[in-house]
């Protein structure tokens, strides 16, 4: 039920964006066109892999798609976040509001940044919900995981939030109207610091 339940969000996220903003749903899956058929085909394949893993008795089959696995994950997450560094960056349109760059002119420093922080977040994530399904020696060897991939995690965390502020400076823009939301930052912060003090005490 999890895994089928998070591909729904999809459909319902096509559809919404037409509903809602059709312009902008014409611009995106026009514009974008080629990092959504990489992103479906990494949807895809990581569901591929956990079907077709156990289907033969071999260490080498099971490694393959392991690897395949990996690698669809981890395409998936990068092109997640390089389209959030994109919404927040901005993409070239014109008059019209269509897309008028290229499929490598998404793949700009910062939004490669973007990218490079979802793995880490995505890692820790999957780190500590390991750690919370499992027991005895493979969950005292996940401990010493957690703690890496939060450093790595809290790195990037703190790297993209400076380059965002020199290179996207209109992302304060919102906070001189709405001084409420530094509420928002607050609590983000909040979350993040809790995060050593839950694994410290070994409550994932």
Known sequence: PIWDGNEVWLVTFGGALFAAFPEAYATVFSGFYLAFMLLLFALIFRAVSLEFRSKIRSARWRTAWDW?????????????GVAVGNAIYGVPLDQRG???GTFVDLLHPYALLCGALAVALFSMHGSIYLYLKTEGALQERLHGFLWRTF????VLYM????ATLAFVP???ANFADHPWAWGVVLLNVLAVANVPRAIFQRRP
């Open 68 to 80: 395949g696995f990996f690698g669809a994950s981890l395409v998936a997450t990068i092109l997640f």
């Open 159 to 162: 790297v993209t939030t400076i």
């Open 151 to 154: 450093g790595i995690f809290l």
């Open 98 to 100: 269509i897309f008028v």
């Open 170 to 172: 209109r992302s304060l």
